[in-house]
């Protein structure tokens, strides 16, 4: 079986808008920690130095929520998600260093890897392990990835995890992608699923079978929009198989104080989560645009077809109400 990347208390952050606290934090870490997951992922769903109003305020600080974390994991690594400009070297990566973080990823727009060049060289040179992650994948052609892939690799990342932000993939585009890659590079291919399609799980077994060595899932599918690949899911698929080391009954315990937890947060496939997908859009903006087009009376299909149309990334919450306004005058 791969290697798997617990993304719950990271990605999970902006399907509870990021209300994460350290007591729930720690809890899970300790289940986490016994499941044989490879790494849990902590933070605002943006990543480190993300907490604003614009894309969300978290209820408690990155340094308290790893530290709470840290305190849970001793087999688990501990890793952060740090996206360039929300996330600085001094301010953010330094203090998650002292903490005691394994595992850095360094999260570009999937045509902007150079803008993640300073992180990754300061992680790579002080022997820490950073990954290059291209996020809204879709939005470049296989070589267009390989170029970026290979930016990141020249960096100093010791793997690159392809991110499908919108759900837009379904599995033969991932087989084609991560095949691409592992016959370009010379570092492990990792891939992080959302669910907008219906398929992230299809996706994800479609990366373990071309080769993928990291594979991102979140219990309970806990994630932006439709949510992630749900990792219990992952890991029943793997023992269908026959090719898992792990015990389900690990992994439904943490499925389970999820839900308990956040009954009314869990992720579903809707409307919005399809269009977004099928529009290729971060499906993260679904509350906003379905405000927006309630608000001003535009229809939301429109709205989203035209967010594709420009290729909205994340980060680009103002432009919506502004693309919205546009409509309401043709």
């Known amino acids: 079986m791969n290697l798997l990347y617990d993304v719950t208390l990271r990605d999970g ?32 769903g943006n990543g480190l130095g993300a907490s604003s109003y614009l894309v969300g305020k978290s209820a408690e600080s990155d340094q308290d929520l790893l530290i709470a974390a840290r305190s849970s994991l001793k087999d688990s690594k501990l890793a952060v998600h740090a996206i360039p400009g929300f ?29 993640a060049e300073k992180h990754i060289e300061y992680l790579a040179n002080r022997d820490l392990c950073v990954h290059g992650v291209l996020m809204m994948s879709h939005m470049t052609d296989i070589n267009g990835l ?46 992080h699923a959302h669910n907008n399609l219906g398929v992230a799980v ?35 698929y793997s023992i269908k198989e026959g090719s898992s080391q792990f015990e389900i009954a690990r992994f439904l315990k943490m499925s389970q104080l999820v839900e308990d937890s ?6 579903r496939a809707s409307s919005s989560s399809i269009e977004s997908g099928l529009a290729g859009v971060f499906s993260g903006y679904a509350p906003q645009v379905n405000q927006i087009s309630n608000e001003l009376g535009v229809d939301v299909t429109a709205l989203w077809q035209e967010m594709g149309k420009r290729k909205l990334v994340a980060g680009q919450e103002s432009m919506i109400r502004e693309i919205a306004q546009d409509l309401m005058n043709l």
Request: charged share 20%.
């Open 13 to 44: 952050n902006h399907a509870l808008r990021h209300t994460l606290t350290s007591k729930f934090v720690r809890e899970y870490c300790e289940r986490a920690n016994s499941s044989g997951v490879w790494a849990v992922e902590v933070g605002h």
């Open 262 to 267: 956040y009954p009314d947060k869990l992720p």
């Open 202 to 236: 299809a996706n994800a077994a479609a990366a373990i079978g071309a080769g993928a060595g990291l594979i991102d899932g979140a219990s309970m599918g806990l994630g932006a929009g439709a949510g992630n690949a749900q990792l219990e899911n992952i890991v029943a």
């Open 146 to 191: 390989i170029t970026q892939s290979r930016l990141m690799q020249q960096y100093g990342a010791s793997a690159v995890i392809l991110m499908d932000s919108s759900g837009h993939f379904i599995p033969k585009d991932v087989q084609e992608r991560v095949d691409a890659l592992k016959n370009s590079l010379d570092i492990e291919i990792g891939f």
């Open 87 to 115: 996330a600085t070297i001094k301010r953010d990566l330094m203090p998650a260093i002292d903490i005691g973080v394994d595992i850095f990823r360094v999260a570009t727009h999937v045509t902007e890897a150079n803008t």
